[in-house]
């Protein structure tokens, strides 16, 4: 029974961290660009999502899945597909095949090594579409019952995506390059997050500095800010929280700065003094003491390990 609390918990934290990201500039962003680019449906979802699998995602859904989504029942088959794809266990990308010869695709987002949801896309093929194959799937549909208009199926299927499967696969890596992004948010964002609520003190301090995270802030600010004096304040968020205001709001920084780190356009004292640090010197010291490199060594890392998986997945490049 505490196992299966505990798992339920797991899911409610996962959910509120996939609403969040989900809610970020950066994913809502890269959402638009990646159907732009691809004309591919693009979808952050938990764990366990096999529900409303067809369900109009965005203006690059494929029309046949459209139409199976407006159906009232949604075939078997399809929710074993989309159930395969976002279970728990799942810790690596899957690409799988419907019973209609369309692909589809999940990419895990990470919070700490522990999956908390799935970038997903597909519904296209990778062949071109025949009048053989969708006599077999009208078929298929008709022996489970499905009622239809089988011509409107029928010229839906004949529209939908059709891209190769080197070109699809490039796809798929670009998710999972951003899948790795989103992570650094995740670690961001569960740094504010604290079990259970906390009390109302720690919550307005963590509020407060996600609104001044930028800033100049000194604990006394801070003390007179929650009206509280600066001793009860630390020892409270010490035992709150299990780490020191200041090694909070740094973590909080840095955190933010291996986001930043990503935009080569950025300087490094661009970064630093963006995330709230006053003194370059200080910016890199306290780098390299919570990702032990220094920032030039953490955006090497990051940009060659980027670059080097869209070269080699990339087909025209």
């Keep these: ?39 591919l449906p693009l979808e952050l979802s938990t764990i366990n999502v096999c529900s409303d699998v067809h369900r109009v995602l965005s203006k690059y859904t494929n029309p046949f899945c459209a139409i199976l989504g407006r159906t009232s029942e949604i075939c078997a088959a399809c929710l074993k597909v989309h159930q395969r794809l976002t279970e728990p266990d799942i810790s690596d990308t899957q690409t799988v095949e419907c019973f209609a010869g369309l692909t589809y695709s999940s990419v895990p987002v990470k919070l700490h090594e522990r999956v908390i949801g799935f970038l997903r896309t597909g519904q296209v093929l990778l062949r071109n579409p025949s009048a053989k194959r969708f006599r077999k799937i009208a078929a298929q549909l008709t022996s489970w019952g499905m009622k239809l208009n089988l011509a409107r199926l029928e010229d ?10 080197e070109q699809y696969h490039a796809m798929v890596r670009l998710l999972e390059i951003f899948a ?67 090694d909070y709001l740094n973590r909080i920084r840095i955190e933010r700065a291996k986001i930043l780190l990503h935009n080569r356009s950025l300087s490094v004292s661009e970064i630093a003094y963006e995330v709230g640090f006053q003194s370059l ?22 940009t060659a390990v980027a670059e080097e998986d869209i070269a080699r997945h990339n087909p025209y490049i």
Aim: proline share 2%; glycine share 4%; hydrophobic share 35%.
């Design 180 to 246: 790795k992004h989103l992570s650094l948010i995740a670690n961001e964002i569960s740094l504010y997050h604290q079990p259970n609520g906390g009390s109302a003190i720690v919550r307005r301090a963590k509020d407060y500095i996600a609104n001044h995270k930028s800033e100049t802030i000194k604990l006394q600010q801070i003390a007179r800010a929650l009206n509280v004096s600066t001793f009860h304040f630390c020892r409270k968020f010490k035992r709150e929280t299990g780490v020191t205001f200041v």
């Design 156 to 165: 839906a299927y004949f529209r939908s995506r059709v891209v190769s499967p």
């Design 1 to 39: 029974m505490a196992a299966s609390h505990a798992y339920s918990m797991d899911k409610i934290e996962s959910a509120d961290f996939v609403q969040q990201i989900g809610q970020s500039r950066i994913y809502q962003d890269y959402e638009r660009a990646f159907g732009k680019t691809t004309k």
């Design 281 to 302: 010197t200080h910016f890199n010291r306290t780098f390299r003491k919570l990702v032990c490199s220094s920032p030039t060594e953490y955006r090497s890392r990051v």
